[in-house]
């Protein structure tokens, strides 16, 4: 048997939050060899998975292989989702992170979309859109990212567009590639990227 180094496998359902993790998992775990692999959408998604759990399953005997799993909750329960992700990962021999000293997977979800973590870091906003105001954290209706009434992807394009920017409509590659350079993921408000950040550390500790 030959594991050789670890590598980290982040499976994200879309394109924007593929763009973000290329500059965040390095910040989060670095020295750690990984790449995120995106689909078209959650629902090819967690059509896929089950099947891309058999395939690490059979990885795990040979390689030091992590894999992470980044879901948006949207309209589901974020208990029940999260549950029947790991019902798929362990019905394919796979240990969470929640059920072994080495886990094999991590599955976090996003509560309100990638954007309560850019809503979570308004320096790392300003840097990218300097018109937003520092004290947007301070004021009421941002002071949770998690919990922003109205959606979190909404209220980002009105404060967005109110100052100038993305006023025909946010591009949320765009948005990923402008913001996620910039952030600090040691400060980050958004206890959804908190989650994934300290979940994610404790997923590859084992190898490093």
């Known amino acids: 048997m030959n ?10 359902e879309e394109p924007s939050a593929k763009a973000a993790l290329a500059h965040l998992v390095p910040k989060i775990v670095p020295g750690v060899a990984f790449q995120v692999i995106g689909f078209q959408g959650k629902t090819t998604m967690l059509k896929e998975l089950p099947q891309r759990f058999a395939g690490y399953a059979a990885r795990v005997r040979w390689e030091k292989v992590k894999v992470a799993v980044l879901v948006d909750r949207d309209e589901e329960n974020c208990r029940e989702l999260k549950d029947r992700l790991l019902t798929m990962a362990k019905d394919k021999g796979l240990t969470a992170v929640s059920a072994s000293a080495d886990p094999d997977v991590l599955i976090r979800i996003v509560i309100e979309e990638l954007e309560s973590w ?27 990212p998690d919990r922003i009434a109205g959606g979190t992807w909404e209220r980002l394009g009105q404060v967005l567009a109110a100052r100038g920017y993305h006023r025909s409509g946010l591009q949320k590659l765009l948005l990923a590639s ?12 958004s206890a959804s990227f908190q989650a994934f950040r300290d979940g994610l550390r404790r997923l590859v500790k084992e190898g490093n």
């Open 118 to 144: 850019f809503f979570g870091d308004v320096p790392a906003l300003r840097a990218a859109y300097p018109r937003v105001p520092a004290s947007l954290h301070k004021q009421q209706p941002f002071r949770d």
């Open 178 to 189: 402008d913001i996620a350079p910039h952030m600090d993921v040691e400060n980050n408000r």
């Open 3 to 12: 594991l050789g180094p670890l590598t980290l496998d982040v499976l994200v």
